[in-house]
Protein backbone atom coordinates (compact mmCIF):
# COMPACT_ATOMS: atom_id res chain seq x y z
CA UNK A 1 0.00 0.00 0.00
CA UNK A 2 1.36 3.58 -1.18
CA UNK A 3 0.27 6.53 1.22
CA UNK A 4 1.00 9.73 -0.33
CA UNK A 5 1.25 12.86 2.50
CA UNK A 6 2.05 16.16 1.17
CA UNK A 7 4.01 18.06 3.85
CA UNK A 8 0.59 21.01 3.49
CA UNK A 9 -1.91 17.98 4.68
CA UNK A 10 0.14 17.20 7.69
CA UNK A 11 -1.57 18.65 10.82
CA UNK A 12 0.94 20.89 12.95
CA UNK A 13 0.47 18.41 15.48
CA UNK A 14 1.62 15.30 13.11
CA UNK A 15 4.99 17.52 12.44
CA UNK A 16 6.19 18.82 15.49
CA UNK A 17 4.73 15.79 17.53
CA UNK A 18 5.68 12.07 17.22
CA UNK A 19 6.47 12.15 13.77
CA UNK A 20 10.20 10.35 13.81
CA UNK A 21 10.95 10.53 10.05
CA UNK A 22 10.84 13.91 8.59
CA UNK A 23 10.57 17.39 10.43
CA UNK A 24 10.01 19.78 7.75
CA UNK A 25 10.60 23.48 8.86
CA UNK A 26 10.88 26.97 7.81
CA UNK A 27 13.62 28.75 7.75
CA UNK A 28 15.70 31.65 5.71
CA UNK A 29 18.45 29.63 4.45
CA UNK A 30 20.70 31.77 2.31
CA UNK A 31 20.19 29.28 -0.80
CA UNK A 32 21.79 31.92 -3.28
CA UNK A 33 25.17 31.90 -0.86
CA UNK A 34 24.48 28.22 -0.98
CA UNK A 35 24.33 27.83 -4.88
CA UNK A 36 27.44 29.99 -5.46
CA UNK A 37 29.25 27.68 -3.27
CA UNK A 38 27.90 25.28 -4.67
CA UNK A 39 29.48 26.33 -8.39
CA UNK A 40 32.87 27.44 -6.67
CA UNK A 41 32.74 23.78 -5.35
CA UNK A 42 31.76 21.97 -8.32
CA UNK A 43 35.37 20.86 -9.46
CA UNK A 44 36.08 19.04 -6.15
CA UNK A 45 33.23 16.84 -6.12
CA UNK A 46 33.85 13.03 -6.01
CA UNK A 47 31.11 10.37 -6.87
CA UNK A 48 29.03 9.29 -3.60
CA UNK A 49 29.27 5.44 -4.69
CA UNK A 50 32.11 4.16 -6.48
CA UNK A 51 30.18 1.50 -7.94
CA UNK A 52 27.54 3.50 -9.64
CA UNK A 53 28.42 3.47 -13.40
CA UNK A 54 25.88 5.93 -14.17
CA UNK A 55 27.33 8.74 -12.08
CA UNK A 56 23.96 9.63 -10.56
CA UNK A 57 25.29 10.88 -7.17
CA UNK A 58 28.07 13.37 -6.52
CA UNK A 59 28.87 15.35 -3.47
CA UNK A 60 31.25 17.74 -1.79
CA UNK A 61 32.17 16.57 1.99
CA UNK A 62 32.66 19.45 4.47
CA UNK A 63 33.33 22.12 1.83
CA UNK A 64 34.37 24.98 4.65
CA UNK A 65 33.07 28.53 4.20
CA UNK A 66 31.78 30.92 6.88
CA UNK A 67 28.32 30.32 6.20
CA UNK A 68 28.47 26.94 7.85
CA UNK A 69 29.45 28.36 10.95
CA UNK A 70 26.69 30.86 11.19
CA UNK A 71 24.65 28.15 10.60
CA UNK A 72 26.22 25.61 13.84
CA UNK A 73 25.61 28.55 15.96
CA UNK A 74 22.10 29.36 14.95
CA UNK A 75 20.97 25.97 15.29
CA UNK A 76 23.64 24.72 17.89
CA UNK A 77 24.78 21.85 15.96
CA UNK A 78 28.41 20.44 15.21
CA UNK A 79 27.48 19.13 11.84
CA UNK A 80 29.38 18.42 8.60
CA UNK A 81 28.35 19.89 5.55
CA UNK A 82 27.87 18.21 2.48
CA UNK A 83 26.91 19.36 -0.96
CA UNK A 84 24.67 16.91 -2.82
CA UNK A 85 23.80 16.59 -6.89
CA UNK A 86 21.73 13.59 -7.77
CA UNK A 87 20.62 13.16 -11.70
CA UNK A 88 17.50 13.53 -12.91
CA UNK A 89 15.36 10.06 -13.55
CA UNK A 90 18.04 8.69 -11.07
CA UNK A 91 16.79 7.04 -7.46
CA UNK A 92 18.22 6.48 -4.04
CA UNK A 93 17.73 3.27 -2.88
CA UNK A 94 16.67 2.33 0.48
CA UNK A 95 18.88 2.45 3.25
CA UNK A 96 19.93 4.11 6.57
CA UNK A 97 22.64 6.79 6.72
CA UNK A 98 26.24 4.80 8.07
CA UNK A 99 27.32 7.84 10.23
CA UNK A 100 24.66 10.61 10.56
CA UNK A 101 22.21 10.34 13.21
CA UNK A 102 19.40 12.89 11.23
CA UNK A 103 20.40 15.44 8.79
CA UNK A 104 19.03 18.98 7.94
CA UNK A 105 18.55 19.13 4.09
CA UNK A 106 18.16 22.03 2.47
CA UNK A 107 16.67 22.30 -1.23
CA UNK A 108 19.13 24.57 -3.48
CA UNK A 109 16.62 23.73 -6.73
CA UNK A 110 14.47 26.34 -8.45
CA UNK A 111 11.86 23.73 -9.41
CA UNK A 112 9.12 21.95 -7.27
CA UNK A 113 10.10 20.68 -3.58
CA UNK A 114 12.20 18.18 -3.04
CA UNK A 115 11.09 14.28 -2.40
CA UNK A 116 12.07 11.61 0.17
CA UNK A 117 10.00 8.66 1.09
CA UNK A 118 10.07 6.79 4.48
CA UNK A 119 9.40 2.98 4.71
CA UNK A 120 6.97 2.39 7.62
CA UNK A 121 7.06 -0.69 10.20
CA UNK A 122 3.80 -2.04 8.01
CA UNK A 123 5.98 -1.87 4.75
CA UNK A 124 4.33 1.12 3.48
CA UNK A 125 5.84 4.19 2.31
CA UNK A 126 5.01 7.81 3.64
CA UNK A 127 6.42 10.54 1.31
CA UNK A 128 7.42 14.12 2.83
CA UNK A 129 8.27 17.18 0.14
CA UNK A 130 10.96 20.18 1.84
CA UNK A 131 12.47 23.17 1.03
CA UNK A 132 14.47 22.40 4.49
CA UNK A 133 13.82 19.86 6.85
CA UNK A 134 15.30 17.33 9.79
CA UNK A 135 15.46 13.91 8.39
CA UNK A 136 16.01 10.65 10.83
CA UNK A 137 18.80 8.68 8.92
CA UNK A 138 18.36 5.60 11.15
CA UNK A 139 14.87 5.13 10.09
CA UNK A 140 15.18 3.27 6.48
CA UNK A 141 14.68 5.71 3.99
CA UNK A 142 14.58 6.53 -0.39
CA UNK A 143 14.52 9.17 -2.99
CA UNK A 144 12.66 7.54 -6.08
CA UNK A 145 12.81 8.86 -9.82
CA UNK A 146 13.41 12.46 -9.62
CA UNK A 147 11.93 14.63 -12.28
CA UNK A 148 14.90 17.48 -12.05
CA UNK A 149 18.26 17.19 -11.12
CA UNK A 150 18.58 17.31 -7.32
CA UNK A 151 20.93 19.97 -5.71
CA UNK A 152 21.07 19.36 -1.89
CA UNK A 153 22.72 20.72 1.18
CA UNK A 154 23.04 18.36 3.99
CA UNK A 155 23.97 18.93 7.12
CA UNK A 156 25.06 15.76 8.95
CA UNK A 157 24.23 15.47 12.68
CA UNK A 158 26.46 12.32 13.85
CA UNK A 159 25.97 13.27 17.69
CA UNK A 160 22.13 13.94 18.73
CA UNK A 161 19.21 11.84 18.21
CA UNK A 162 16.31 13.04 15.93
CA UNK A 163 13.96 13.52 18.66
CA UNK A 164 16.60 16.14 20.34
CA UNK A 165 17.21 17.47 17.15
CA UNK A 166 13.84 18.30 16.16
CA UNK A 167 13.20 20.20 19.90
CA UNK A 168 16.25 21.76 19.72
CA UNK A 169 15.51 23.39 16.00
CA UNK A 170 11.72 24.30 17.24
CA UNK A 171 13.51 26.32 20.29
CA UNK A 172 16.44 28.01 18.32
CA UNK A 173 14.44 28.98 15.03
CA UNK A 174 11.04 29.83 17.14
CA UNK A 175 8.82 27.90 14.73
Not at 36 to 61: A, H, N, Q, R, T
Not at 89 to 97: M, N
Not at 142 to 153: I, P, Q, S
Amino acid sequence: MMIGIKFNSLSKQENFGMNNQCFVFDYKFDVELLKSKYIEFKDKMVKLDPEDDMEKMWGIFNPSFNYMDELREKFGFNFYPMLNYTQKGSSIDIHKDDVSECSILVDLNDTEQSPITYVNDDGSFTHYYYKQCLVNGKIDHAVFNLKNDRYTLKLCIDDIPFQKAKEQIIKRINC
